[in-house]
């Protein structure tokens, strides 16, 4: 198990290694919270909040954590299956080393990006007004929730990404899937303010769920009047897919070669 | 254990295309072994199988006494591979590519990095330790994928075609890499599709074509199973061919073959040479040139495969990507008698 942390986490510095040498490439993950923040606080947010720019502020920020991550885990999938075309991939083959490190090692990676992406949002917030309203205890629980779920979508990536053909169509893919789900949440949205169909959706949506969790986290009322249920079923969807995702993930790596 | 390598019967199909139709091969503990093969020849997947890459649809193989198949693991613990194309991460440095893999196998930061460090000194890259992969040159990526196989120490190394596509130089280089690996008493599979790297660097050599072997013995010993020695003569003027082509016929017993303005034909019997020089001074025929000498391995190839044609098709797998050895680059075809040595000489 030590092992493979370690060759886990040696191989997610690897991933991660290439930004430090250019460090262009992460403007992408720094930008991208910065145009969701402005778009869904500025541009669709005024109207949902009826105007009210600050509770406009309040009600998105969290939705846009949670995109964020859901948005991350489609590069887990993407990079992954770019990899594979990599000859440094069959070396990894021909090691001794666990089956699930290389993917393992990509889903860390992946999350350290993550990471850099919440904390970002966060401070795009913090400037255009977003003000935390519970305490350290309930943050650290918002960004373990987001966390959580990111790495178990990013193990389902995984498997789109092993078994797809091309990097673009990993891409396709999981954007068609990532979409809906993210797009149709309350995470920018409230449920009232949509039609009863799908409001449906919304409300057996995953995305939702996450998002009004982190919502009740970090703003607390008047928003986290379902907080306990809203955790739970998150938490429950992060077993299932970990449950699902990483046997089916690894024997796919398996079957790869 | 005599063998580090044994292989039987291997088979391996990709949809229709047989890429091994049962391969035999035994490579003896601190030997090189040279499969020799052109492309398409079943080299990589032999190779693939035996890194525990690949799965064979037939046949069993062990390597150091372990099953590939029931116990990967336990191969994967004793082989270092370099692939066809280098397998180093070109995003990363040199020395964090040899980092990588020490921390994989398991050593401590301090000790990964050293050996980083003493194989970068080893294959003259400390220069070039802490560049980017991507600004490396073909042989500069060969030897640090080579240095990347060896960071676990291992006792069999696999080389598949560890010099395609290098200059002459860098080929020499690699070569000294190998026999300094070979007098360490690291058994080394190494495949090629150049017949002199064979003779130069290997103990046996198995031939391959079309996913079968053809050959299999020492590079001496293939060379004399295709057949004695090579008389070769060359007429002064080309108005004689006729004549010294039916002087040879009859004394040889077979028709010779005209290439490049020579006349060859092979003989066992080494008094041919000086009659074949005196019945063409009885008949007052000029010879500009006449030698005996064994075959080149080049022949030697040729003959066992026959005459030179061009490579299949690239056969497509089943999940859409070619082979590796389908696709490499085409300009590498079989130097043929560019590499024919003149060993003894009856003129």
Same mark, same amino acid.
């Given at each position: 198990?030590?092992?493979?942390?370690?060759?886990?986490?040696?191989?997610?510095? &690897?991933?991660?290694?290439?930004? &430090?040498?250019?460090?262009?490439?992460? +403007?992408?993950?720094?930008?991208?919270?910065?145009?969701?923040?402005?778009?869904?606080?500025?541009?669709?947010?005024?109207?949902? =909040?009826?105007?009210?720019?600050?509770?406009?502020?309040?009600?998105?920020?969290? $939705?846009?954590?949670?995109?964020?991550?859901?948005?991350?885990?489609?590069?887990?999938?993407?990079?992954?299956?770019?990899?594979?075309?990599?000859?440094?991939?069959?070396?990894?083959?021909?090691?001794?080393?666990?089956? =699930?490190?290389?993917?393992? $090692?990509?889903?860390?990676?992946?999350?350290?990006?993550?990471?850099?992406?919440?904390?970002?949002?966060?401070?795009?917030?913090?400037?255009?007004?977003?003000?935390?309203?519970?305490?350290?205890?309930?943050?650290?629980?918002?960004?373990?929730?987001?966390?959580?779920? =990111?790495?178990?979508?990013?193990?389902?990536?995984?498997?789109?990404?092993?078994?797809?053909?091309?990097?673009?169509?990993?891409?396709?893919?999981?954007?068609?899937?990532?979409?809906?789900?993210?797009?149709?949440?309350? =995470?920018?949205?409230?449920?009232?303010?949509?039609?009863?169909?799908?409001?449906?959706?919304?409300?057996?949506?995953?995305?939702?769920?996450?998002?009004?969790?982190?919502?009740?986290?970090?703003?607390? &009322?008047?928003?986290?009047?379902?907080? $306990?249920?809203?955790?739970?079923? +998150?938490?429950?969807?992060?077993?299932?897919?970990?449950?699902?995702?990483?046997?089916?993930?690894? &024997?796919?790596?398996?079957?790869?070669? | 254990?005599?063998?580090?390598?044994?292989?039987?019967?291997?088979? %391996?199909?990709?949809?229709?295309?047989?890429?091994?139709?049962?391969?035999?091969?035994?490579?003896?503990?601190?030997?090189?072994?040279?499969?020799?093969?052109?492309?398409?020849?079943?080299?990589?997947?032999?190779?693939?199988?035996?890194?525990?890459?690949?799965?064979?649809?037939?046949?069993?193989?062990?390597?150091?006494?372990?099953?590939?198949?029931?116990?990967?693991?336990?191969?994967?613990?004793?082989?270092?591979?370099?692939?066809?194309?280098?397998?180093?991460?070109?995003?990363?440095?040199?020395?964090?590519?040899?980092?990588?893999?020490?921390?994989?196998?398991?050593?401590?930061?301090?000790?990964?990095?050293?050996?980083?460090?003493?194989?970068?000194?080893?294959?003259?890259?400390?220069?070039?330790?802490?560049?980017?992969? %991507?600004?490396?040159?073909?042989?500069?990526?060969?030897?640090?994928?080579?240095?990347?196989?060896?960071?676990?120490?291992?006792?069999?190394?696999?080389?598949?075609?560890?010099?395609?596509?290098?200059?002459?130089?860098?080929?020499?280089?690699?070569?000294?890499?190998?026999?300094?690996?070979?007098?360490?008493?690291?058994?080394?599979?190494?495949?090629?599709?150049?017949?002199?790297?064979?003779?130069?660097?290997?103990?046996?050599?198995?031939?391959?074509?079309?996913?079968?072997?053809?050959?299999?013995?020492?590079?001496?010993?293939? %060379?004399?199973?295709?057949?004695?020695?090579?008389?070769?003569?060359?007429?002064?003027?080309?108005?004689?061919?006729?004549?010294?082509?039916?002087?040879?016929?009859?004394?040889?017993?077979?028709?010779?073959?005209?290439?490049?303005?020579?006349?060859?034909?092979?003989?066992?019997?080494?008094?041919?040479?000086?009659?074949?020089?005196?019945?063409?001074?009885?008949?007052?025929?000029?010879?500009?040139?006449?030698?005996?000498?064994?075959?080149?391995?080049?022949?030697?190839?040729?003959?066992?495969?026959?005459?030179?044609?061009?490579?299949?098709?690239?056969?497509?797998?089943?999940?859409?990507?070619?082979?590796?050895?389908?696709?490499?680059?085409?300009? %590498?075809?079989?130097?043929?008698?560019?590499?024919?040595?003149?060993?003894?000489?009856?003129?």
């Amino acid at each position: 198990m030590m092992s493979l942390a370690q060759q886990g986490f040696t191989l997610a510095w &690897r991933s991660l290694v290439p930004l &430090r040498n250019s460090p262009g490439q992460l +403007t992408g993950y720094l930008l991208q919270p910065v145009v969701m923040v402005v778009v869904f606080v500025y541009l669709f947010g005024g109207a949902s =909040a009826g105007g009210d720019r600050h509770s406009a502020v309040l009600y998105a920020l969290p $939705g846009v954590l949670a995109q964020s991550a859901l948005m991350a885990t489609i590069a887990t999938g993407v990079n992954l299956n770019t990899d594979l075309h990599n000859g440094v991939f069959d070396r990894f083959r021909s090691l001794p080393i666990a089956r =699930a490190a290389p993917l393992l $090692g990509r889903v860390l990676a992946d999350l350290c990006l993550l990471c850099l992406s919440v904390c970002m949002a966060l401070l795009v917030g913090f400037v255009v007004g977003f003000r935390i309203g519970t305490g350290p205890v309930q943050v650290v629980a918002a960004v373990a929730l987001i966390l959580a779920i =990111a790495v178990a979508l990013s193990w389902g990536s995984a498997l789109l990404g092993l078994v797809s053909r091309t990097p673009a169509s990993v891409q396709v893919t999981a954007t068609a899937v990532i979409m809906p789900l993210s797009l149709g949440s309350t =995470a920018f949205i409230p449920l009232r303010e949509m039609p009863g169909w799908l409001q449906f959706w919304m409300r057996v949506n995953p995305a939702s769920h996450l998002a009004d969790a982190v919502r009740g986290l970090l703003v607390g &009322r008047p928003y986290d009047a379902r907080l $306990g249920t809203d955790i739970v079923v +998150t938490l429950g969807w992060v077993a299932a897919m970990l449950a699902v995702f990483v046997p089916l993930a690894v &024997r796919a790596y398996r079957r790869r070669i | 254990m005599r063998y580090a390598i044994e292989a039987e019967g291997l088979v %391996k199909r990709f949809d229709s295309t047989v890429a091994l139709a049962g391969v035999d091969l035994a490579a003896d503990t601190g030997t090189v072994l040279a499969v020799l093969g052109r492309n398409g020849a079943g080299k990589t997947t032999a190779v693939r199988i035996l890194a525990t890459l690949a799965h064979p649809d037939g046949g069993s193989a062990r390597v150091g006494g372990h099953d590939v198949v029931r116990s990967p693991d336990r191969v994967r613990r004793l082989i270092g591979l370099t692939g066809q194309y280098a397998s180093v991460d070109e995003n990363l440095t040199g020395t964090q590519n040899l980092f990588m893999i020490g921390r994989l196998l398991g050593m401590s930061r301090p000790d990964a990095h050293d050996r980083a460090t003493a194989l970068l000194a080893r294959f003259e890259l400390a220069a070039a330790a802490d560049r980017g992969v %991507k600004g490396y040159s073909g042989g500069m990526r060969r030897r640090l994928d080579l240095a990347a196989s060896l960071v676990g120490d291992p006792r069999i190394i696999y080389l598949d075609e560890p010099t395609t596509g290098l200059d002459p130089h860098a080929r020499v280089e690699l070569w000294a890499a190998v026999r300094a690996l070979a007098a360490d008493g690291v058994t080394v599979l190494l495949t090629t599709q150049y017949m002199d790297e064979a003779d130069q660097l290997a103990d046996a050599i198995v031939v391959l074509d079309r996913g079968a072997v053809v050959a299999s013995g020492t590079p001496d010993g293939l %060379k004399a199973e295709v057949g004695g020695q090579r008389l070769e003569v060359r007429p002064e003027r080309p108005e004689h061919r006729d004549a010294v082509a039916g002087i040879l016929a009859a004394l040889a017993g077979q028709k010779p073959e005209w290439r490049r303005n020579l006349l060859r034909v092979s003989v066992r019997d080494l008094s041919l040479p000086a009659e074949v020089l005196r019945r063409l001074d009885g008949a007052g025929i000029p010879v500009a040139e006449l030698s005996v000498r064994r075959p080149s391995l080049d022949e030697v190839f040729l003959t066992l495969t026959g005459e030179p044609r061009p490579a299949p098709e690239p056969a497509v797998r089943t999940d859409g990507t070619a082979p590796a050895e389908a696709t490499a680059p085409r300009e %590498k075809t079989v130097p043929m008698g560019a590499t024919a040595s003149i060993e003894e000489s009856a003129a």
